[in-house]
């Protein structure tokens, strides 16, 4: 069934690098992660590839007094992009931008300060970038990552996953330089859906994840 067809995040990014494998070589590919789900996936992919991995933090700007309405969103390398169309309708004025922006700019500078632990971010500029997360609902997070990553000039920028809509993953194709999508399900509800081990990722497993690739790999 469906349903089975990944263990848990691990085995999604072994089956994804794979498919990234099979399809084209990599050099000069840096591969990007949206914490905390697809931290896992982005490992194994990034272990595959040769690559370095990071931690790409995006966090949506909500509309004072309606959050779940998007009217931007900051990312990791002091990236903001927004959505001029929803602060002329909603009306909102620069000073709530503002507090908006520092409320949120605070929680991603914490986040980014305890999965990196000092470590400086991995390349953007110029390369190829895979931005992974463990699969997609709606894609509005991802998509506002995208914009952001496009302000740090990378070569190119390839949305993976393992499973998403398929009208998802169309609508991605007009955003992306490419969109790699395991699983198209027309039945799809949740991503948790097409895993049997759908765990919440936790601070420390990032941590753990990040701190692995980053070390040099053992001499045999």
């Not at 520092?102 to 305890?114: F, G, I, M, S, V």
């Not at 996953?161 to 790699?180: M, N, Y």
């Amino acid at each position: 069934m469906a349903q089975d067809r990944f263990l848990d995040r691990r085995d999604a990014g072994r089956q994804l690098a794979s498919r990234l494998l099979s399809q084209q070589a990599w050099p000069d590919t840096t591969v990007l992660a949206l914490p905390r789900g697809g931290v896992p996936v982005a490992y194994e992919v990034a272990q595959a590839l040769g690559a370095p991995l990071d931690v790409f933090l995006v966090r949506k700007l909500g509309v004072p007094g309606y959050e779940e309405v998007a009217m931007g969103a900051i990312a990791s390398g002091g990236v903001r992009v927004l959505n001029e169309d929803v602060v002329r309708r909603a009306g909102v004025t620069p000073q709530a931008i503002a507090a908006v922006e520092k409320r949120e700019e605070a929680e991603l500078n914490r986040r980014e300060r305890a999965y990196r632990e000092g470590r400086t971010p991995a390349p953007i500029q110029g390369r190829t970038v895979l931005l992974i997360d463990d699969g997609i609902a709606t894609g509005a997070t991802l998509r506002a990552g995208l914009k952001a990553l496009r302000a740090l000039s990378p070569a190119r920028v390839v949305v993976a996953v393992p499973v998403a809509p398929p009208e998802v993953c169309r609508a991605l194709r007009s955003e992306a330089d490419e969109v790699v999508c395991l699983l198209t399900p027309p039945d799809f509800m949740a991503v948790g859906q097409f895993y049997r081990d759908f765990h919440q990722t936790t601070d420390e497993e990032v941590r753990d994840l990040l701190a692995r690739a980053a070390s040099p790999p053992e001499k045999e």
